[in-house]
């Protein structure tokens, strides 16, 4: 009996199914997302007795198996943030804006592999093989073995993936373009990327070969694209960075077979993306330590400890709502985080437009910045520079207390290697049961209020006003 179609509109940044069209989703309030599509009807009901000789094998919790091993393709920044390579099998998927860069890197990860003595297959969708051989001669990667092929219909794919064995890596660039037979909808649509992406995965696991999918992810979340992928998927990349800035981070959100929020730095150069083997020393490059406003940071990003300029600027606002602006932070933190300063330590920063801005590109999202963010405001609020060889971190609470942040040690070890002489960190995180281990020649200053921060720029927190005695 053939399966009777229904039509139903799909919402292409949620996934929320409708009977009808709507001008905006009732799920996400996405406006104009939906679009028609015809899927099959639904199948019968599987029966209530079982098929004799089938069943899945179940097992207990003790158990052990060696490690999967690793195709390294020779890129550093890329292998960290896979966890040390990729996976035969296992699937990655690298999302990203439009014209970030991801295909530059997929093609430099797949020619630097397949010039180990791997087979490679690089299937593009977006563009003609010439294009992609003239980016190649542009990267200088024109000799590599890579075998390469322009094509966007999924069967066709299939079948030549099902007949050759020993490939030991296949990139898709991109699955939005991908599409299958089975369905009406367009290429690009929640339907196709999800079923492209589900036969993809299963060809990668059956036959054993890593399969990367590259996929944009617009802005206006107009269409989700590869998110409806992230849960099939064993590692989940995102290739961050702005486009007039010629730094590129590569940041893992989900690994199966590594650590999470890992990330890999890489520099935009006229030959390529260029390793950043040193990125806190490349971010802090082009700092001046004798200007107020900048505090050098201690952060850590995934396992890797990092050093980013603060800086800060005060403007006298003449009237009206005083502005807000950040690049590189939260927003609503640094909104919490002068609300401190103003109600604890009284610094009067409500008549001025304050603008935030971390120094490199990188967005920084970790409590543990409200110190350095904290010094960066103080030092524009008095005139005063912070002392260039001075580092800080430290989450502040809203009495304005300093609280304890993980891997401290690593932050110091950082600081002292790129040649800072002192840090400013929480009280007791000197002062614990476990004493901490500070590098050589770096001196540690406790700060246990933001009190004792402006003590440093010679400021004293103004005197609480005085409850007004009542009338008699």
């Known amino acids: 009996m053939v399966a009777r179609e229904k039509t139903r509109f799909v919402c292409q940044a949620c996934g929320a199914v409708a009977a009808k069209w709507v001008g905006r989703c009732e799920a996400c309030g996405a406006w104009n997302s939906l679009v028609e599509e015809v899927a099959a009807a639904r199948p019968a009901a599987l029966g209530r007795a079982p098929a004799p000789g089938r069943g899945i094998a179940l097992v207990g919790l003790a158990g052990s198996a060696p490690p999967p091993p690793r195709l390294v393709t020779g890129i550093a920044e890329f292998d960290r943030v896979l966890g040390g390579g990729l996976v035969p099998g296992g699937a990655a998927l690298v999302g990203g804006d439009p014209g970030i860069g991801k295909s530059t890197l997929m093609l430099q990860a797949a020619a630097r592999l397949a010039a180990s003595g791997q087979e490679v297959i690089y299937i593009t969708g977006e563009e003609s093989v010439e294009q992609v051989r003239l980016r190649a001669r542009r990267l200088n990667l024109a000799a590599a073995p890579l075998e390469l092929a322009a094509a966007t219909h999924l069967p066709d794919i299939a079948a030549t993936l099902e007949s050759r064995r020993g490939v030991g890596l296949v990139v898709i660039d991109s699955i939005q373009t991908m599409w299958l037979d089975n369905f009406d909808a ?143 932070w939260d927003g609503g933190r640094l909104a919490m985080l002068l609300a401190v300063l ?55 609470g809203l009495s304005g207390e300093i609280r304890q942040v993980a891997q401290a040690e690593a932050r110091l070890r950082e600081a002292a290697k790129l040649g800072f002489a002192g840090a400013s960190l929480p009280r007791h995180l000197a002062r614990g049961a476990k004493r901490l281990a500070a590098p050589a020649g770096l001196r540690l200053e406790e700060i246990g209020h933001l009190g004792d921060l402006l003590a440093q720029f010679a400021i004293g927190s103004a005197p609480r006003a005085k409850p007004a005695e009542p009338a008699r």
Do not use: W
């Not at 001025?352 to 960066?376: K, M, Q």
């Open 342 to 396: 103003e109600a604890r330590c009284g610094l009067r920063l409500a008549g001025n437009d304050v603008y935030l801005n971390i120094a490199g590109g990188l967005r920084i999202s970790e409590p543990a910045a409200d110190l350095a963010v904290a010094a960066a405001l103080i030092s524009a609020s008095s005139d005063t520079p912070t002392r260039p060889d001075h580092v800080y971190f430290g989450e502040v």
């Open 186 to 328: 367009i290429p690009g649509t929640l339907t196709q990327v999800r079923a492209s992406g589900f036969e993809l995965i299963r060809l990668a696991k059956n036959i054993g070969f890593s399969l990367v999918l590259v996929g944009h992810v617009t802005k206006d979340g107009a269409i989700a694209g590869p998110r409806v992928l992230e849960h099939m998927v064993d590692a989940v990349l995102y290739f961050e960075g702005e486009r007039g800035h010629q730094f590129r981070i590569l940041r893992g959100v989900k690994n199966r077979y590594g650590a999470t929020d890992e990330i890999g730095v890489f520099e935009m150069t006229d030959h390529g993306l260029a390793e950043v083997a040193n990125p806190s020393a490349l971010f802090l490059a082009e700092r001046r330590g004798n200007v107020a406003g900048s505090a050098v940071f201690a952060g850590i990003e995934g396992t890797r400890p990092v050093l980013l300029e603060v800086q800060a600027l005060l403007a006298p606002n003449a009237g009206g709502a005083p502005r807000r602006a950040v690049i590189g």
